[in-house]
């Protein structure tokens, strides 16, 4: 099956990213992994310059997972999108779905950087117990 083609004047901007999310490498302090929790996020730039999320976890341990949020690799600071935070999710199977918020209220150029340079970002989820950031993945 052929690729669908940009109608002309228009450019083919990739619309759908993802990324599988683990714990992040322990450090020598603690042994094993601090999380037993995993997942895949699916995110998708609607033409309007939305930016919707389907989060799936699999959370064996009853992690309390309080935020998703995405941040700018390598660069320290703020997240650049928060795709939930609040009451916390622990269930054994956990989904969320819903839109992002940009931090920046002037987001489209954000959302053009995403599009053109997706592992320039990650996803971080965050628990109770691993505020920094228990379950994290780049985007691809």
């Known amino acids: 099956v052929p690729a669908p083609t940009a109608s002309t004047g228009e450019v083919a901007l990739r619309r759908v990213f993802s990324t599988g999310l683990t714990a992040p490498p322990s450090d020598k302090k603690n042994s094993g992994p601090r999380t ?9 730039l609607r033409r309007d310059s939305t930016l919707e999320y389907h989060l799936n976890v699999y959370n064996p341990g009853g992690d309390n997972f309080t935020a998703a949020q995405v941040y700018r690799v390598g ?48 996803v971080s989820l965050r628990t109770t117990r691993e505020p920094e950031g228990a379950l994290t993945g780049t985007i691809q």
Request: proline share 11%; hydrophobic share 40%.
């Open 36 to 44: 037993f929790a995993r997942g895949r996020v699916e995110l998708k």
């Open 75 to 122: 660069h320290a600071g703020p997240p650049v999108v928060t795709l939930f935070t609040g009451p916390s999710l622990k269930d054994k199977y956990i989904q969320v779905r819903g839109t992002g918020v940009l931090i920046d209220p002037a987001g489209k150029p954000l959302l053009d950087e995403l599009r053109a340079n997706p592992g320039a970002f990650y």
